[in-house]
């Protein structure tokens, strides 16, 4: 049977899902053939939650959940391939990103963690599996993050546009693609949606605030804004990233001792103006007009978007629906990409996105057989 499709899978900092990509390949240019999202199980998303801050007896549950991680992954593959009706030997290699429980890249001895051991994967579903992208970076002194800005170059890039690629996660990263190939930067802007799910989850009992309603009904304090942005994180300098081990719901309690007074509405639009504003500050400093396609949960939050077009007037924003590629698909396929670019020996990362002292192939390979 002819091998032509990739597989990505993707299961970001918000933890709302494991999305599954099937994907063909012409040169750089993905076609979309099928999607599924798979649901984390609560037990399991406790756990990975409980994870990704310090706690007792961590390798016991590392190890445990490592396991458990990959059989959920290999379980949306499998779910995917009956939904394509497509043959797991048509599939070249499945890219897996893993879950990230640890991302601390700026220690002395810095590094990056991502759980879903993908002999586990490769194990139950019969196809090759390229995974561990980050750790290479890291080794060559990069960031390990953001990736996806080397795939946002190659699929939206269009010379004299200059772009934003703007991915809302539970943490906010950008790509700037400036009309050239000699200037693309990208870095994390800092909480996209982690600090909202928390304070709805907490006090809502919802997952997330869907489209922002709740948000809107709050109003912005400015002193807590200030406050919130006054994190050294959003002064320092590209390239860099970060994770729940800065921006979590225990450094939130933190911040919140003394506005207590506020209703927990009014905190909610704080948090989402924290958000919207770490992006614009950001997005300003790079270039005060131009594109900018939204991708990720936050695609969908409405209050969200539009708090941003009033914060940056002078940017045409959308989602990358515009772009030909559906906005909650985009990692997944960036994923099949980089697994693709694996499987072609070429390099994945922008050193000058991440910090990284050269261009390397990512990854490592973890066989069926």
């Not at 409980?50 to 007896?57: M, S, V, Y």
């Not at 006090?203 to 997330?208: A, G, I, M, T």
Request: hydrophobic share 40%; proline share 5%.
């Amino acid at each position: 049977m002819n091998k032509s499709y990739y597989i990505g899978l993707m299961s970001g900092t918000s933890m709302d899902g494991v999305d599954a990509v099937l994907v063909k390949f012409s040169g750089d240019t993905p076609s979309l053939i099928e999607h599924h999202s798979e649901t984390i199980p609560t037990a399991l998303l406790t756990n990975l939650q409980k994870l990704c801050l310090p706690g007792n007896d961590e390798i016991n549950r590392l190890g445990h959940l490592d396991r458990a991680v990959g059989k959920l992954f290999a379980k949306a593959v499998n779910v995917l391939l009956d939904k394509a009706g497509i043959d797991k030997l048509a599939v070249i290699a499945i890219g897996s990103h893993g879950q990230t429980v640890r991302h601390m890249p700026n220690l002395e001895m810095g590094f990056t963690l991502q759980i879903g051991d993908p002999n586990t994967i490769a194990a139950e579903t019969g196809i090759d599996v390229i995974a561990d992208f980050r750790r290479k970076d890291i080794a060559l002194g990069g960031q390990g993050a953001p990736l996806v800005p080397a795939f946002h170059q190659q699929v939206f890039a269009t010379p004299k546009h200059k772009r934003i690629i703007l991915n809302i996660g539970g943490i906010a990263n950008i790509t700037y693609l400036p009309g050239n190939t000699d200037a693309v930067t990208g870095f994390d802007t800092g909480p996209g949606n982690t600090l909202m799910d928390a304070w709805t989850q907490y006090h809502q009992d919802l997952p997330y605030d869907k489209e922002g309603a709740w948000a809107k009904t709050g109003t912005t304090d400015d002193k807590m804004l200030q406050h919130l942005l006054s994190h050294p994180y959003f002064a320092l300098a590209a390239p860099k990233s970060t994770g729940r081990e800065l921006f979590n719901q225990a450094w939130l309690e933190q911040q919140l001792a003394e506005f207590s007074y506020l209703s927990d509405a009014d905190i909610q639009s704080t948090l989402l103006d924290l958000t919207c504003f770490s992006i614009a500050n950001d997005t300003l400093a790079l270039s005060t007009a131009g594109e900018m396609y939204v991708c990720g949960g936050g695609a969908y939050n409405t209050e969200l978007m539009c708090r941003l077009k009033q914060l940056l007037p002078h940017y045409k924003i959308t989602t990358t629906a515009e772009l030909g590629i559906n906005p909650q698909w985009v990692e997944g396929i960036a994923f099949a990409w980089l697994a693709m670019r694996f499987h072609l020996g070429l390099p994945g990362n922008l050193p000058a996105v991440t910090g990284a002292s050269r261009a390397a192939l990512l990854g490592g390979k973890f066989s069926a057989l």
